[in-house]
């Protein structure tokens, strides 16, 4: 049983455009949702992270919307950069402990 | 570095073979967290401790896998009688309890033979 799906498997964005991926969880009782970057060969960094109580947050170009009703939650890049070419992973967890991760969206900013 | 370490980074080993696997969280924190990932997948859950205590198993922790966290500081994962199915990125984690923030290490590549 996946928890949580992710959507798309892999984007192709030009540089200075937006790249969107999107989540859809399952369990209500999940109350945190981080976004993790990963690099080849790196082990995944965190983000930027939401909790239900909003419905957006944004830090730099980094945005994530999240509508509890539709139990979705999605990561928007502005400007994206090819520097921003890594595996994306959306996760969820039930107060902060352990994290059920999406399958990943590999993501390539063409210059 | 102050950042989570995990030894070795790569290893490679012959089926049926033990291996131990090294994490060394991030000074302070008490949760420390094990994660497989494999080609193409997200990481997946295998264990957490609080301190020294583990709190939780995942069911893909079969019984040729065990991890220990002596005095809450490092911890190992060891698997016993490698199948080539164990091959994966396993993942090691810390986190500070009130802030829940989970830092990554670079991972342990393991490759069955």
């Known amino acids: 049983q996946q928890q949580v799906k992710q959507s798309p498997q892999s984007l192709i964005v030009q540089k200075g455009g937006i790249s969107i991926i999107n989540c859809a969880y399952e369990n209500t009782a999940f109350d945190y949702f981080p976004w993790y970057q990963q690099f080849p060969g790196k082990g995944p960094a965190l983000l930027i992270a939401i909790r239900p109580d909003v419905s957006e947050k944004k830090e730099g170009r980094f945005t994530i919307s999240f509508n509890k009703s539709a139990k979705q939650f999605s990561l928007h890049i502005m400007d994206s950069q090819p520097g921003d070419s890594a595996t994306y992973f959306c996760a969820a967890s039930r107060g902060y402990s352990t994290l059920t991760f999406g399958k990943g969206t590999m993501l390539l900013v063409s210059p | 570095d102050t950042g989570v370490s995990q030894d070795p980074r790569h290893k490679i080993t012959k089926r049926g073979q033990n291996v131990t696997f090294r994490c060394d969280p991030i000074s302070e924190h008490n949760r420390l967290y094990w994660y497989r990932q494999t080609l193409g997948q997200g990481p997946e859950f295998l264990t957490y401790f609080q301190n020294e205590a583990q709190l939780e198993k995942s069911r893909l922790l079969s019984d040729r896998f065990s991890a220990e966290r002596p005095k809450g500081s490092f911890s190992t994962l060891e698997i016993q009688r490698t199948e080539q199915g164990d091959s994966a990125m396993y993942l090691c984690?810390?986190?500070?309890?009130?802030?829940?923030?989970?830092?990554f290490g670079q991972g342990t590549r393991l490759t069955v033979v």
């Open positions: 984690a810390s986190s500070l309890e009130r802030l829940g923030i989970a830092f």
